[in-house]
């Protein structure tokens, strides 16, 4: 009587098997990797137009600008209401000031879809010398008027020194800035030198609570520029700021400024 042998799979076969598999499977998950990245994308994008909405909300309400707040402070204004200066001027969004729904880290800080803090810089201008913040202080930008205010923070396209020039540039996309309010994107802190100086140059913010200290930037030029993925050239933050005459169009409406 004849027998059929019953052979099994070789290891070669098996390995080519598994290699055919991988290779549908990664198909898959490429796109779905993108659409997740797509959805925080947008997800970020939407919160910081609300934060921008809050920040306009309390500036009609109180005639000024809310101070960044820092790790362990509870997402609180600092301090909550200043008679002259920030405590910082350059931090995270104020979520706690601002009433901002949202997840936050141990530190109290409103995070992105990413995880990291949302950043917020306001510009320290004090025309008049008197020791008090334009438009922090409180009713400071009354007194200054919005003739002479002049806000300093500035947005460019590229790291460039004629990004800190007095003069017309085409590298600056918005001059006079009254604040800026990012998020620092998939990669945070990557390998480039305009994501760098976004947050980055000045060093570090300790954590409260254990989590790894905050880079954080140290003058008043900030970069917005369009996803790049060239090495050493990566940039994927979410850059939005505050112009000087939206501001004082809604507070000459809501009376707070004459």
Known sequence: MNRQCQHGFTLIEMAIVFLIIGALLSYTFMP?????????????????????DAIYGFAI????????????????????DPATVCNSYIGFVPSGTLGLKGETNCDGLLVDPWGRPYRYSVTDSDFDADGSDDFVAINELRNVGIADAAPDLQVCRNLDAACNSTTAQ??????????????????GRANSATENENAGEGGTL???????AYPIGNDRYYYASKRRE???QE??????WISPHILYGKLLQ???IP
């Open 230 to 232: 060239i090495a050493g």
């Open 235 to 240: 940039f994927d933050d979410q850059l939005i």
């Open 170 to 187: 085409p590298n600056i996309i918005a001059r006079e800035v009254v604040a800026v309010i990012f998020s620092m994107g998939t990669k």
């Open 32 to 52: 779905l990797r993108a659409q997740l990245e797509t959805a925080n994308i947008k997800e970020a994008r939407g919160k910081l137009a609300e934060i921008e």
């Open 206 to 212: 300790p954590s409260t609570c254990g989590l790894s």
């Open 61 to 80: 309400a109180n005639g000024r600008l809310p101070c960044p707040t820092l790790p362990g402070q509870g997402g609180q204004s600092l301090p909550l």
């Open 254 to 256: 809501a009376g707070q």
